[in-house]
C-alpha cells in the first residue's frame, strides 16, 4: 500500500510538471482551447491593400459618369416622350440626363419656352463627361442658351468653338472668348492658329497673349487690324521671356509693328544677326534698343 502511494504520488508531480511548462509555452496538448500566438502575422482579407501604410485597405472607387447615355434602351425609350404632345411629358425628357445630344437640340427649338428653358439648363451642358462630338451637336440648337453654354464648355472642340465666335448673338460670342481653352497652357499652337482666324477681335486678342502661341501666329497677329489685338502681342510673354528661342525672336523681328520690333531688339536671347538688322531699323525707338543690347554683350 505505502509503494502505491509513493508511485501515485511520482505520477500526479510529473502531470503538474509537464502541463505548467506547456501552458508557459502556449502548447498545452490537455487543452483543447485553440491557442493564438500574438506574434503571428496577420493574414490579410482578399483584395486588401498590403501596403503597410496604406490609410485605406479598400481598393479606390472610380469615377464614373452619372449622365452616362451608354444605355441602349435610353433613346428607344426616350423619344417617343420627346415627341408627345403633352409639354409636361417633354419637359421631363427635357431635364433628364440622360437625354442624348440629338433629341436635347429638338427639345430645345420646342414650341413651349419651359421646355426649352429646361433644355438649356439640362446638366449635360454643363457636366465634365460630356465629350465633343455631344457638344458638336448641341452647338447646332437655334436656341441660343444652349449655344452659349457649348461656348463656356472646357470640352468643346476648337473647330466647333471658331464657329461658334463667328455666332449671331453677342453673348454666344462674349462665352467663346471667355472659354478655358483659350488661357489653358494645355491649348495646343494648332488650336491657337485656329482661333486666330476666328473676326471676333477678342478671341484674336486672348490668342494674342497665350504664352503657346507660335511665332508665326504673333507675327500675322502683330498686323492686325484691331489696335488691341496688336498691343496683346507685343505684350505677349514669348516676346519677354529669356527662354525664347532665337528662331522665334527673328521671325517676330519682320513684325510691321514697331512695339514688337522693340521688345525683340531688347529681348537677351535675340541673336546678333537679327540685332544688327533691328539696328538699321525705321524707327527710332527700335534702333535705341537695339544698340543698348548690342553694347551690354
Not at 146 to 167: E, F, G, I, K, M
Request: net charge neutral; with cysteine; hydrophobic share 35%.
Amino acid at each position: 500500500m505505502k509503494r502505491f502511494l509513493v508511485i501515485l504520488f511520482v505520477c500526479l508531480c510529473s502531470f503538474f510538471s509537464v502541463s505548467t511548462i506547456a501552458n508557459a509555452q502556449g502548447t498545452n496538448p490537455y487543452d483543447d482551447r485553440a491557442t493564438v500566438d500574438p506574434y503571428a502575422p496577420t493574414v490579410p482579407h482578399p483584395g486588401a491593400s498590403t501596403d503597410p501604410y496604406a490609410t485605406n485597405s479598400r481598393p479606390p472607387v472610380q469615377q464614373t459618369d452619372p449622365y452616362s447615355t451608354s444605355q441602349p434602351n435610353d433613346d428607344y425609350r426616350l423619344a417617343p416622350l420627346a415627341a408627345s404632345s403633352d409639354w409636361r411629358v417633354r419637359l421631363d425628357v427635357a431635364k433628364n440626363p440622360r437625354v442624348s445630344a440629338e433629341l436635347l437640340v429638338r427639345l430645345s427649338n420646342d414650341s413651349d419656352q419651359d421646355v426649352k428653358a429646361a433644355a438649356a439648363n439640362n446638366p449635360k451642358l454643363t457636366s465634365p463627361f460630356t465629350n465633343c462630338n455631344e457638344l458638336d451637336i448641341l452647338a447646332n440648337s437655334a436656341n441660343w442658351k444652349v449655344r452659349q453654354a457649348v461656348a463656356r464648355h472646357p470640352n468643346t472642340p476648337a473647330n466647333t468653338l471658331l464657329r461658334l465666335s463667328n455666332d449671331s448673338d453677342q453673348d454666344v460670342k462674349a462665352a467663346v472668348a471667355n472659354n478655358p481653352k483659350l488661357t489653358s497652357p494645355q491649348t495646343n499652337p494648332g488650336e491657337l492658329e485656329m482661333f486666330a482666324t476666328s473676326s471676333d477681335w477678342k478671341i484674336r486678342q486672348a490668342v494674342a497673349r497665350h504664352v503657346n502661341t507660335s511665332a508665326e501666329t504673333l507675327l500675322r497677329l502683330s498686323n492686325d487690324s484691331d489696335q488691341d489685338v496688336k498691343a496683346a502681342v507685343a505684350g505677349n510673354p514669348k516676346l519677354t521671356s529669356q527662354y525664347t528661342n532665337c528662331n522665334d525672336l527673328d521671325i517676330l523681328a519682320g513684325s510691321s509693328n514697331w512695339k514688337v520690333r522693340q521688345t525683340v531688339a531688347m529681348n537677351r536671347s535675340t541673336s546678333r544677326n537679327t540685332l544688327m538688322r533691328l539696328v538699321n531699323d525705321s524707327d527710332s525707338d527700335v534702333r535705341r534698343a537695339a544698340n543698348d543690347s548690342l553694347n551690354y554683350r
